[in-house]
């Protein structure tokens, strides 16, 4: 079964600091990886879209990872700021059917 | 950068009544339309899948008569919710493909029904 699980769930953090957000992943086979950005009452912002062959790819404060071998990605968040206050959408797609399945999202919150 | 909007961003209605809701690409030719809902605290939920020019595709679940869906250009897909009742209340929120597999979403229109 597809399926794009992400932790934590919620997330609280100092602003300044860094934090890394995961997301594991059973989809096959596999197109790509996407994470996006969610404020409040919004629709998601892309902030990476990664491929098979591509290990890191980066956002400005926005460092992604991926390893296909493990099904596994990371979004790192360096300096938090204020604003990066939102959901973070870890988006799977596949080539079989060209199904998209999206994560629950983790909810980052940052504060002063 | 591709820039998709939606309008209206915000409607109510009462109980019963129809409600539209567009989606455009400003800046691209969209071969394929998605429409999502999105309720509270939870992640998007694909409702359907449009291609301009022919029928939508609906997810399991998804009433196509209570959920029209209209691509009538690459530019423009609109999606009906008719006969709408207070369960229908939720965030929706289309996106956006030129072919090439890149998605890019809307800001979203939250209905309140009445």
């Known amino acids: 079964k597809n399926q794009v699980e992400q932790s934590p769930q919620s997330l609280i953090i100092l602003e300044g600091k860094n934090c890394t957000l995961q997301?594991?992943?059973?989809?096959?086979?596999?197109?790509?990886l996407r994470w996006y950005k969610q404020d409040t009452g919004r629709g998601p912002v892309s902030l990476t879209i990664?491929?098979?062959?591509?290990n890191t790819k980066s956002n400005g404060r926005y460092t992604a990872t991926l390893d296909a071998d493990t099904k596994q990605s990371s979004l790192h968040i360096t300096a938090s700021q204020l604003s990066d206050s939102a959901s973070y959408i870890c988006?799977?797609?596949?080539?079989?059917?060209?199904?998209?399945?999206f994560g629950a999202g983790t909810r980052l919150f940052v504060k002063a | 950068g591709a820039v998709v909007s939606q309008h209206p961003s915000r409607v109510i209605c009462k109980s019963g009544t129809s409600v539209k809701i567009e989606c455009r690409s400003l800046?691209?030719?969209?071969?394929?339309m998605f429409w999502y809902r999105q309720f509270p605290k939870q992640s998007l939920m694909l409702m359907a899948t449009?291609?301009?020019?022919?029928?939508?595709?609906?997810e399991q679940g998804v009433e196509k008569d209570k959920f029209l869906i209209n691509h009538a250009s690459l530019t423009l897909s609109t999606l009906t919710v008719t006969s709408a009742h207070p369960e229908d209340s939720s965030f929706y929120i289309c996106?956006?493909?030129?072919?090439?597999?890149?998605?890019?979403f809307g800001p979203g229109t939250r209905l309140t029904v009445l």
């Open positions: 996106s956006a493909s030129p072919s090439g597999g890149a998605e890019f």
């Open positions: 997301c594991n992943y059973t989809v096959s086979p596999f197109s790509n």
């Open positions: 990664m491929t098979f062959s591509e």
């Open positions: 988006v799977v797609r596949s080539t079989g059917g060209f199904k998209t399945i």
């Open positions: 800046d691209f030719q969209a071969t394929t």
């Open positions: 449009s291609n301009e020019g022919s029928k939508a595709t609906y």
